[in-house]
């Protein structure tokens, strides 16, 4: 209140929770969301040069755990609230500043159980804006700077094999559970992942190729206008992915392990009809 802006505290778990505040336009125009999350990725503090959580300022940098992901944008969202209502400017939509306290462990205790416990805090709720886009800098200044339209969604699925227990003096003709296991995470390998450009990606391509005057300015700007295999051979991986209609990423999921999920992208599970194995359909 320190401001003059009514915040509060929301979430199920008293120990982490989620910040939340609205300025009224007074109007029927649809909201708008200034979304961020104010948790982060978990630490090992021995991979760091400097204390992961102390915000040093060194060398023209602020080192920290979040700095980029994403307090600095948290800060520039709440800033944004704090001087629309100090200069008392005419609103023609309600803002809210939305600090969300899950998203770097899945969001189940972020936007959705707010989304699903707290559904009046989103009335007329129209426009969000949050993370995302692709930057590029050149010397430390933002060459270009992204703004996401579109977003790929993650499909995580778990494979899992069954199979007889054994001695392993005496393994099954078929390899056992492995075997097969080999054989699925083969199968989804296979799996066609062909290239095309969405008119988002061509606009996007467009725009970037115009800056760069290198090999890869010059397969962004052909792309943009038709699909050439030979120039997405040359592209980054960044690039390619936008290009991919189903990209794919076998990792190892361990339960135990929360981080081992942020490293999970798509993980498509073999089907299985009367006992016979099969490539994986899509799903």
Known sequence: MKEGIEAKLVGSNPARQSIYARLSSGTNEKALVLLNHIDVVPVAANEWTEPPFSGLRSGGYIWGRGALDMKSIGIAELMAVIDLKRRRTPLRRDIIFLGVADEELGGLHGCKELLETHPELFANVGYVLNEGGYNETWAERAAFWGIEVQQKVPLFLRIQVKGFSGHSASPPNDGGTLSKLIDTLEAVEKIP?????????????AILGAFKNDYKGEALRALSKKLDLNRVKVLPDGYRSLLQRLPLAVARYDRHHADSRRRLHELLAADRDGGRRHSPSRR
């Open 193 to 205: 992942t062909p290239y095309r450009v969405t008119p988002a990606v061509a606009r996007y391509f």
